[in-house]
């Protein structure tokens, strides 16, 4: 597929992205609500964000996307999930699906984008797909679940491991890039929290993927992907992994932040009806609240700081190492949890009607417990390499 000419527009700096996120949030906050009810993010706060150029932040510049570093990307993420983290958890996925689309072959990138530059791609990497060597690629089929704004998106990136071509060779991890002409919805998306996300499942009946639109897990890896041929700014030159596991960490910053302002508001005006205390004057909820504000705070200056240092690297064009890849690993793996406790900190000090629907904090709670489930905020399956990466020893997990 040619490629249609897009229009490069100027860059807007982090902040003037940061202002419109915060700009949009009072409407997320108005569709929270309607979002929940219908399962998916509302068709207008889709629109909103494209139009706000919030899905070109990651994107490669010659498809008028602008490359950014990813602390923009973050930032903006953390922002909107102030106000509603289903909105905040579509936007961090789909949203760095650019990136992984730029890393791969161009002709991949050329028949997503040739034509529009605003198609978005949803995902699901869990490698549950059957898959079939043939001659230029792959028939692959499966179902695959959470597919987040998969309903807003005309592609897929689905996760599948290639059985050896030889005996004795090692299993291949990849992604395979699918059109949303080979591939259903199925309606499976009934939780209790992140209810908005519209994480559906994904049914692929024998569709063929050429080589070409395929990602190696190893080429993320290594940060030696097809698409740096084109794409060769700094920021394509970070590992794969370290771009996307934040992207399912990051929102519950934001719904701590948002969390906070709602047990504000709440400690103000409370008076206990069975004690009569005053819960402004009650220095239990005062440090609950001042604990999860300082520790949101920490959390947002770790990241800041880890993709620093790693896009110094990469714009040095120096070797990103195992050890500082582990323990960024990690410690995104950590974020959901330490964001849960502190909200469930919070919780039973804001009396009975906090947990009421309609109060302004279970959202969030609800909605950042529901993340704990992602495997990648999983702590626990990500420490044994950085202990034994601090003893010397290989790591046995390599999404890093």
């Known amino acids: 597929m040619p490629v249609v000419a897009h229009r490069i527009d100027p860059v807007p700096s982090p902040e003037i992205l940061v202002e419109r996120a915060r700009a949009l949030g009072p409407k997320l906050a108005a569709r929270a609500a309607t979002t929940e009810a219908n399962r998916r993010i509302p068709d207008e706060t889709i629109a909103e ?5 919030f899905f070109r932040v990651l994107q490669p510049r010659r498809y008028g996307g602008y490359e950014l570093d990813p602390q923009a990307f973050f930032k903006i993420q953390m922002t909107l999930a102030e ?4 909105t905040a958890w579509v936007y961090g996925v789909v949203g760095c699906h650019p990136y992984q689309i730029g890393l791969m072959d161009d002709r991949a990138q050329r028949e997503v984008w040739g034509a529009d530059a605003s198609v978005l791609a949803s995902s699901s990497y869990q490698p549950v797909g059957k898959v079939t060597r043939v001659e ?16 807003h998106c005309q592609w897929v990136l689905l996760g599948a491991v290639i059985p050896p071509a030889k005996e004795g060779d090692p299993p291949d991890m990849r992604t395979f890039l699918v059109p949303r002409s080979d591939y259903k919805i199925v309606d499976h998306w009934h939780v209790f929290g992140l209810k908005g996300t519209g ?13 070409y639109r395929t990602h190696k897990a190893i080429d993320g890896f290594l940060c030696k992907n097809p698409g740096q041929a084109e794409n060769n700014a700094p920021l394509y030159q970070l590992p794969w992994a370290q771009v996307f596991v934040r992207s399912v960490s990051t929102a519950a910053i934001g719904g701590v932040r948002g969390a906070v302002k709602a ?3 709440i400690t103000k005006s409370r008076v206990s009806t069975n004690t009569g205390k005053v819960s402004k004057t009650d220095p239990m909820i005062l440090n609950a609240i001042a604990k999860a504000h ?3 705070d920490e959390m947002n200056a770790v990241l800041d700081r880890n993709f620093e240092r790693l896009m110094e690297l990469a ?5 990103i190492s195992l050890e500082m890849r582990t323990l960024y690993r990690y410690q995104s793996a950590t974020i959901v949890r330490r964001c849960a406790d502190l909200v469930d900190d919070m919780m039973p000090l804001l009396g009975g009607r906090a947990i009421y629907n309609d109060s302004p904090i279970v959202r969030f709670w609800l909605d950042i417990n529901a993340a704990r489930a992602h495997v990648a905020n999983d702590p626990n399956n990500f420490g044994a390499d950085l202990t034994n990466g601090l003893m010397g020893e290989p790591p046995a997990f390599m999404f890093l």
Do not use: H, T
């Open 49 to 53: 964000m494209q139009e706000a150029g």
């Open 83 to 86: 106000y509603c983290m289903s």
């Open 136 to 151: 230029g690629g792959f028939m692959l089929s499966g179902q695959w679940g959470f597919s987040s704004g998969c309903d």
């Open 199 to 211: 994480s559906e499942d994904i049914l692929v009946e024998n569709a063929f993927v050429p080589d």
């Open 263 to 265: 047990a504000l508001e």
């Open 294 to 296: 300082a520790q949101a």
């Open 315 to 319: 714009r040095a064009n120096k070797e």
